[in-house]
């Protein structure tokens, strides 16, 4: 059963710092892994969606990378600001599904 | 523009009672899919819908029923036998279930009850 996992939950960074969010996922059959943020009582906004025979996707100052072989994933956030304050969600999309499997979220604070 | 939209923002629902939140898409997107989120946990998945007039339960449907007559409409009713329904209800579709383009998400419900 395909399971995913974000560590740490919460993290405070000063405004300025680069900074790697991590997600790790047990089944390495996946067709996807889409990364979302969430602001406080909003629904998810997608940032990112990277496919299984890419090993990057970038968006402006968002960079994410997947290695399907280890399972995991990293959201890379370049010169973070205040701005970039919220929940950010990782999801698989397991082969043969047509159903996301989500993370529990890293709850991103920068300090001005 | 297009997009998914949810209402109402915010509903408060009585002891026994059954109450229907909204989900509308003008994305033109054949698979919609209502979720669950509480706090400390993922989203966790009621319903989905694949195609008008067909759907299925997704991992915690007991208390739960959809419709999908129409393809950009995806109504959820929160019955009475929901033991625990306060939460944030996501909505999302997406054109071909995620493989292509991944989901788009609406902007929720809290649910409440009173």
């Known amino acids: 059963k395909q399971e995913v996992t974000q560590i740490p939950a919460a993290l405070s960074v000063p405004e300025g710092e680069n900074l790697v969010l991590n997600c790790s996922f047990t089944d390495s059959a996946i067709y996807n892994l889409q990364w979302f943020r969430q602001d406080p009582g909003k629904g998810l906004t997608s940032l990112l969606l990277?496919?299984?025979?890419?090993r990057e996707q970038t968006s402006g100052r968002l960079n994410a990378s997947l290695d399907k072989s280890s399972g995991r994933s990293t959201l890379y956030i370049a010169a973070s600001q205040p701005g970039d304050s919220a929940t950010y969600l990782c999801a698989v999309l397991p082969s043969g599904t047509y159903k996301y499997i989500f993370g529990t979220g890293t709850r991103l604070k920068v300090l001005a | 523009d297009g997009g998914i939209t949810q209402s109402p923002k915010y509903l408060f629902r009585k002891e026994g009672q059954n109450v229907t939140l909204s989900c509308e898409q003008n994305l033109n997107h054949d698979a919609m899919y209502w979720y669950r989120q509480d706090p400390g946990q993922g989203l966790r998945l009621i319903y989905y819908s694949q195609i008008v007039n067909d759907f299925q339960k997704g991992d915690i449907a007991e208390g739960y029923s959809v419709s999908r007559e129409k393809k950009e409409s995806f109504p959820l009713t929160v019955t009475s036998a929901q033991k625990n329904p306060t939460a944030f209800y996501l909505c999302?579709?997406?054109?071909?279930?995620?493989?292509?383009?991944?989901?788009?998400f609406g902007s929720g419900t809290r649910l409440t009850v009173v």
């Open positions: 990277i496919q299984s025979s890419q």
């Open positions: 999302a579709s997406s054109i071909d279930g995620g493989p292509s383009y991944g989901y788009t």
